[in-house]
């Protein structure tokens, strides 16, 4: 863990953000760096995602869906994580460090409302001041989190601009930071943004592959042939990928969201489709027009629901160690009920996409391994009002 | 004249306390409209123009300059015709295109600045493009005889402040607060120490924006610095009484630095 915290992943990365801001990364990068070598803060994280989030989490083969694929598969449960996304990991890790940084004041952006209301837990935990920044339009849809989030003691502060999603949220939490940067740490929920954060979510949420891929030996005696998650920001997918980089037999698959397809606007699939541009602060894969405005992205899941992608991703496409799909809605939406029906589990919308990608290629009779990044009681909602 | 030499000789020769350099989103409220708007504030005074280039998602702008670009953007400007409205102005004045990262990505920093020059801009701002990142846009600029002006701000260290200064370009945009654009009641209390850190780190002129809006507030930085950029003020001047708002404002702003 000596190694430095990456600023670029071969061109992608980068730190494309008002010159205020540049302090602040340097001093985020030095005090993750010492924080991530620090066996003190090292054990009090980790009691805390055993303790309180309840990791490690269990690998599950689903013997039904299995059945149905014509292969093993296997799922790593992050929907059995407090708050029920693998989302809580990286918040614990980030207000842990905030407040080993001495900041007093925490805000966070949120699509779905995973990220916020994870981040709403851990300061409430932490006893940090926190702000969530959310989309209007996000605020309408996904009014239980705006609920819970306000219960855990966090202000939810309505943004009004563009398309009022989670592109929107960033931007206004960025510019929060920009102007409040001496008191207030910004925990980004995703594996996107400037550097060190890329670096610094992978480095939180690698415990899903580190645990998977001890789980998978131990369950079956060797490696999976693949391994499956969805990709928005990518911080399920870069946190599972990262323990089997090195594994060269074991194949990648990243699952992007194709909303009503790919031939046209309406899909939020930056590495499957998109140009290079700078977004948020990186330079990844990027949904964009020739003249570089961003695009609005489209999806049936809040949380894919994203124009960029991060730059590690991005990276290890161009490498091709890591092959990108993407998934349409209805598809997803498919995965969503069977999953319920063959194995008893509400997936979120964000893993349906993954399970679905399975669905679409069975009797590989291989071993599969897809992470369950959350639960779907948050989509109940939003499936049931799309099935009438 | 190099876009560069036409920015030295507008701080050099403008006869007031300090260079004045408004702010203007092109594109808005309307293309028409954004150029009659860049000629009045020509005419009541400018000694520069700094012109704002829409984009999508511009992470340094305060609640004025963000809807002026989304308003614009939606009412058809695009980047391109943004160098229409500069191309309008260009040969009176230098006109530096304040720009975002990714619109000089999407063309490539070397086609960019050609087109920029095409135009007859003297220069450009990327507010996210910071030191570490700028030098293939800073060689493209160079190449077509264009300014990258660099920005500073209050958290800056003085480290950092030296290579920025060192490489700079035309000017030095010292950013007066913490913050995005936007008007404030008052200058920010640190400022003559902010000012004084970027003058000790390069010989270029330094302007200061951000938070400018009132004459008096534009005499007091006049004071401190080579010249005043006042943007959200102008852009809701635009927005409010077109043309003739923009024409009263900036000879009111010229007048307190006579």
Known sequence: ?388 | MTGRERIAQAFAGHGRSAALMPYLMSGFPSHEASIEAVKAAVDAGADLIELGVPFSDPLADGPVIQAAGTAALEAGATPMRALDVCRSVGEQLPVVLMVYANVVAAAGPELYAQRAAAAGAAGLIVPDLPHDEAAPVREACDAEGLALAPLVAPTSTSGRVEEVGADARGFVYAVSLTGTTGERAELPPGLAQTVAGVRAATELPVAVGFGISRPEQARAVSELADGVIVGSRVVRAAEEGGAEAVRDLVSELASALA
């Open chain 1, 1 to 388: 863990m000596s190694a430095a915290v990456e600023r670029r992943f071969g061109p992608y990365g980068g730190r494309y953000v008002p010159e205020t801001l540049i302090p602040a990364l340097d001093e985020l990068e030095r005090e993750w760096a010492a924080a991530r070598a620090d066996p003190q803060f090292k054990a009090e994280l980790d009691t805390l995602l055993s303790d309180y989030a309840g990791r490690p989490t269990p690998l599950y083969r689903a013997p039904r869906l299995s059945e149905e694929v014509g292969a093993t598969v296997l799922l790593k449960r992050e929907d059995l994580l407090h708050t029920g996304a693998h989302k809580v990991t990286n918040a614990l890790g980030q207000v842990l460090l905030a407040r080993r940084m001495g900041k007093s004041r925490v805000i966070a952006e949120t699509g779905a409302g995973q990220h916020g209301v994870a981040s709403a837990t851990a300061c409430a935990l932490l006893d940090l001041e926190c702000v969530v920044y959310m989309g209007t339009e996000d605020m309408r849809r996904q009014r239980t989190n705006v609920e819970r989030m306000k219960l855990l003691g966090a202000e939810v502060a309505p943004v009004d601009a563009g398309a009022r999603t989670l592109k929107e949220a960033v931007s206004a939490a960025i510019r929060d930071w920009v102007a409040n940067v001496a008191t207030t740490h910004y925990v980004i929920g995703s594996a996107v943004g400037p550097a060190p954060y890329p670096a610094l979510v992978r480095d939180l949420q690698r415990v899903i592959g580190d645990e998977a891929r001890a789980q998978v030996l131990e369950l079956c005696g060797r490696l999976p042939d693949r391994v499956i998650a969805c990709v928005g920001g990518g911080s399920n997918a870069i946190g599972t990928f990262t323990a089997f980089l090195d594994d060269e037999q074991v194949e990648l698959i990243g699952v992007e969201a194709a909303g009503e397809g790919l031939q046209g606007r309406r899909h939020s699939a930056p590495l499957a489709t998109g140009a290079r541009g700078i977004l948020h602060g990186a330079l990844s894969a990027v949904l964009q027009d020739e003249q570089g405005q961003i695009l609005e992205a489209h999806s049936v899941s809040a949380g894919l629901d994203y124009p960029g992608s991060g730059p590690e991703h991005a990276f290890l496409r161009d490498e091709e160690r890591v092959r990108y799909v993407a998934v349409e809605d209805a598809a997803a939406l498919a995965a969503f009920r069977r999953t319920a029906e063959l194995e008893g589990i509400l997936p979120a919308l964000e893993p349906a996409h993954a399970i679905a990608w399975l669905l679409s290629q069975p009797g590989s009779g291989g071993l599969e391994l897809l992470t369950l990044s959350g639960r779907g009681d948050k989509d109940l909602a939003e499936v049931l009002s799309l099935s009438e």
